[in-house]
């Protein structure tokens, strides 16, 4: 099995796991690409990392090396072209891991947003001990307008009842005993809106400038899922005018290069992000609610499961 964009923790892990399984891992920190492809060769399963996106180019020459099956270790999918990915020969899985630390995440990104924890933050550390301009506000007065409810959105929502907070949720295809309303009516009535659906091409710019606008004003919106669900020039405006209150972003539309690099003594080329870094109600963070130990052990151990599943029924049909 070889595993592509491999960073050191999880090395260290499927160095320790992949033995409990009888794989033979070969590991490199590189994402996959039409350079080093033959590290997959006499390989049926690949593993690759959700950072980069990989091209169909890329996607031939594994085939033509001989792999199978691809796993991503991501929930999202979005990064590969799946359809074209099957008509090569592969067939492409994702992982399943502990949906606590997007969820607690979320419910933290909530809590920074509604007390302006920004602003207080940036004020104390220049010993500006006042209180801040402006008052909090209580997650139990609030209205919290969930859009995906499948694993993370779930537990996003099992978290926010212990705060006593009303609850709206959509999903096109509701997996929960949540109050599900139509996505206008849950726009115009949450305080705030967070996103937990997958990207695809009926969610991409899920919230784009005509839904924004059917938000209620000054309210707050939280995206940990991914970054293109949001309408990043529509978002930029509607904080930049007042018509919203407040965003708070784990993901962010064209972060691929800039998120997981250390950018400080060098020119970031993205427009919205700067523009979003100068506003005092927004904060971002660099794609990490994902990053805990529990999900990252989750995230190895699925990844061999399912190249060892994948391999287990290719035999049979082969058999």
């Known amino acids: 099995m070889t595993i592509y964009g491999c960073g050191q923790d999880e090395a260290a892990l499927f160095r320790e796991l992949a033995p409990r399984f009888g794989v033979v891992p070969t590991i490199t920190g590189a994402a996959v690409s039409?350079?080093?492809?033959?590290?997959?060769?006499?390989?049926?399963?690949?593993?690759?990392d959700h950072r980069t996106r990989i091209a169909n180019s890329v996607l031939r020459a594994l085939s033509r090396a001989g792999v199978t099956y691809i796993s991503t270790r991501s929930v999202g999918l979005d990064h590969i072209d799946i359809k074209y990915a099957e008509s090569v020969g592969l067939t492409v899985g994702n992982v399943a891991y502990s949906p606590g630390g997007v969820a607690d995440y979320t419910l933290m990104l909530m809590l920074m947003a509604v007390r302006d924890a920004k602003s207080i933050i940036r004020r104390a550390e220049t010993r500006d001990y006042r209180l801040n301009d402006?008052?909090?506000?209580?997650?139990?007065?609030?209205?919290?307008?969930?859009?995906?409810?499948?694993?993370?959105?779930?537990?996003?929502?099992?978290?926010?009842?212990?705060?006593?907070?009303?609850?709206?949720?959509?999903?096109?295809?509701?997996?929960?005993?949540?109050?599900?309303?139509?996505?206008?009516?849950?726009?115009?009535?949450?305080?705030?809106?967070?996103?937990?659906?997958?990207?695809?091409?009926?969610?991409?710019?899920?919230?784009?400038?005509?839904?924004?606008?059917?938000?209620?004003?000054?309210?707050?919106?939280?995206?940990?899922?991914?970054?293109?669900?949001?309408?990043?020039?529509?978002?930029?405006?509607?904080?930049?005018?007042?018509?919203?209150?407040?965003?708070?972003?784990?993901?962010?539309?064209?972060?691929?290069?800039?998120?997981?690099?250390?950018?400080?003594?060098?020119?970031?080329?993205?427009?919205?992000?700067?523009?979003l870094r100068q506003l005092p109600n927004v904060f971002i963070s660099p794609h990490t609610a994902y990053y805990t130990d529990r999900a990252l052990a989750d995230t190895v151990e699925n990844s061999l499961i399912n190249c060892l599943e994948f391999g287990r029924r290719k035999s049979a049909w082969t058999g």
Do not use: W
């Not at 039409?34 to 690759?48: G, T």
């Open 34 to 48: 039409a350079k080093n492809i033959e590290l997959a060769f006499e390989n049926r399963c690949v593993s690759v």
């Open 134 to 275: 402006v008052r909090g506000r209580e997650l139990r007065d609030l209205t919290i307008g969930v859009i995906g409810t499948g694993r993370i959105g779930t537990a996003v929502m099992d978290r926010l009842r212990g705060f006593a907070c009303r609850i709206l949720a959509h999903d096109s295809r509701p997996k929960s005993s949540a109050h599900h309303v139509p996505l206008a009516e849950l726009l115009r009535q949450s305080d705030i809106v967070t996103l937990h659906t997958p990207l695809d091409v009926d969610t991409h710019h899920l919230l784009n400038r005509r839904r924004i606008e059917q938000m209620k004003r000054g309210a707050i919106i939280i995206n940990t899922g991914r970054g293109a669900l949001l309408d990043t020039e529509a978002l930029v405006a509607a904080l930049e005018s007042g018509r919203l209150g407040g965003a708070a972003l784990d993901v962010l539309e064209g972060e691929e290069g800039i998120f997981y690099v250390d950018c400080r003594d060098s020119l970031v080329e993205n427009k919205a992000l700067s523009r």
